[in-house]
């Protein structure tokens, strides 16, 4: 019941063209997501995790103990990261539903979406640099 209450509280809190599922701008995406760790999903499975920091800042796994930091900005209304491990922008387009954020790949009908997974029960993890003999 608290969760739920915590829930519509946040929804409240978002302008209403976030809560009618319209792409999210920069400062609705980070009000929703700062301070927070999402699960992402794609096609009923796990796909990743990501951390979301002050100052714009990010920290990414597909779920398999390597993390990648990053930042994010907001581009021709979408929201565009950059990761240290590539340099060419990865922009999507974000919407609340009433599920939690859906995130579609550079606002194309036909590419990947991902939804935001409802309780996870585990916590993000990054393991240390791969160290070689």
């Not at 990761?83 to 974000?94: H, I, M, N, V």
């Amino acid at each position: 019941m608290r969760s739920l209450l915590i829930l519509c509280a946040t929804l409240a809190a978002l302008p209403s063209a976030a809560q009618a599922g319209e792409p999210m701008d920069a400062e609705e995406f980070d009000h929703y997501t700062r301070g927070k760790t999402l699960f992402y999903g794609f096609g009923g499975t796990a796909y990743g995790v990501e951390r979301y920091l002050p100052d714009r800042r990010v920290i990414w796994s597909f779920l398999d103990g390597r993390c990648q930091e990053g930042t994010w900005y907001e581009d021709a209304g979408q929201i565009c990261f950059v990761y240290e491990d590539r340099s060419d922008p990865q922009c999507w387009s974000f919407s609340l539903t009433p599920e939690g954020l859906s995130a579609r790949f550079q606002n194309d009908p036909e590419a990947t979406e991902l939804y935001e997974a409802g309780d996870v029960d585990e916590e993000m993890l990054c393991l240390g640099p791969e160290v070689g003999v």
